[in-house]
């Protein structure tokens, strides 16, 4: 069974940065594809980025290009995703989720959810 854990969101001002970290369990052998996916208030659930066990490639939605980076750490089984300049906008609830193999850009594709964490961006 796998489990996703999500922990480092918080309150932070505008500009400023935050580390989540999603801390992965239950994998059997195989590929997996891990992504951050977040949901504003009153908004759809929406894809950020993600990271492939394949070969490590990695994806970014357009608005965080530049400013956020996901990684891995394998002897951990955790995924981060380091969030600098960050922006009112990108309030939310994050969640990490997974998938076999490749990462993909449908949230339907994703078959195991974290249970989120908050991130607030506000002065």
């Known amino acids: 069974q796998v489990q996703l854990v999500e922990s480092g969101g918080g309150l932070v001002q505008p500009g400023g940065s935050l580390r989540l970290s999603c801390a992965a369990s239950?994998?059997?052998?195989?590929?997996?594809?891990i992504a951050w996916f977040r949901q504003a208030p009153g908004k759809e659930r929406v894809g950020v980025s993600c990271?492939?066990?394949?070969?490590?490639?990695?994806y970014y939605t357009d608005s965080v290009k530049g400013r956020f980076t996901i990684s891995n750490d394998n002897a951990k089984n955790t995924v981060y995703l380091q969030m600098n300049s960050l922006e009112p906008e990108d309030t939310a609830v994050y969640y990490c989720?997974?998938?076999?193999?490749?990462?993909?850009?449908?949230?339907?594709?994703?078959?195991?959810w974290g249970q989120g964490t908050q991130v607030t961006v506000s002065s």
């Open positions: 989720a997974s998938k076999r193999d490749s990462c993909t850009a449908s949230i339907r594709d994703y078959n195991h």
């Open positions: 239950g994998f059997t052998s195989g590929y997996y594809a």
């Open positions: 990271i492939s066990s394949r070969d490590g490639s990695t």
